[in-house]
């Protein structure tokens, strides 16, 4: 399931690139912008609310019904929202320096640096959220050895 969000971050980014129009740039700017200033803020799920945000303003400036209907579909089945709080309070900072690269690749109207960019950014997150389950894996299992 990882892999299809990978899939679809990465040619929604694109799309957005080559459809996303002037009110929707300045919208995800001030998203980035708020996300900046929340940053050092130790409420996790108001950043998470912010990375909701920012991902649901490419999407819908991606304009494909279906692609936005299957990433609504993966972020349910991964519980998205307690996923990106474990995460985000982790790599903060690393994944506000990502988003800042896809704005600009966005501004740039280059659907292929904003495809590199969502590729890079979700690379990140995929590999953080898979040594977060692992790492919980193992203590579970440690736990019920001990027992």
């Known amino acids: 399931m990882l892999e299809v969000r990978e899939a ?3 040619r929604m980014a694109a ?5 996303m129009i002037n009110a929707e740039l300045r919208a995800l700017k001030q998203i980035y912008k708020d996300q900046v200033e ?11 609310r912010l990375d909701q945000e ?18 609504q579909y993966t972020r349910s089945a991964l519980d998205n929202q307690r996923t990106n709080i ?3 309070g982790i790599r903060r900072a690393q994944s506000l320096a990502e988003h800042a690269q896809i704005v600009a690749a966005l501004e740039a109207r280059d659907p292929h ?4 960019r969502a590729k890079t950014h979700m690379r990140c997150s995929t590999a953080k959220i898979r040594k977060l389950m692992r790492d919980r894996m193992g203590r579970s299992s440690d736990s019920q050895r001990l027992e």
């Open 8 to 10: 679809l971050l990465i």
């Open 15 to 19: 799309l957005a690139a080559d459809r």
């Open 38 to 48: 929340v940053c050092a803020d130790e409420d996790i799920e108001h950043i998470a």
């Open 54 to 71: 920012f991902h649901d303003c490419i999407y819908r400036a991606a304009r494909s019904p279906i692609l936005y209907e299957t990433e």
């Open 86 to 88: 474990l995460t985000l």
């Open 113 to 116: 640096l904003a495809a590199v």
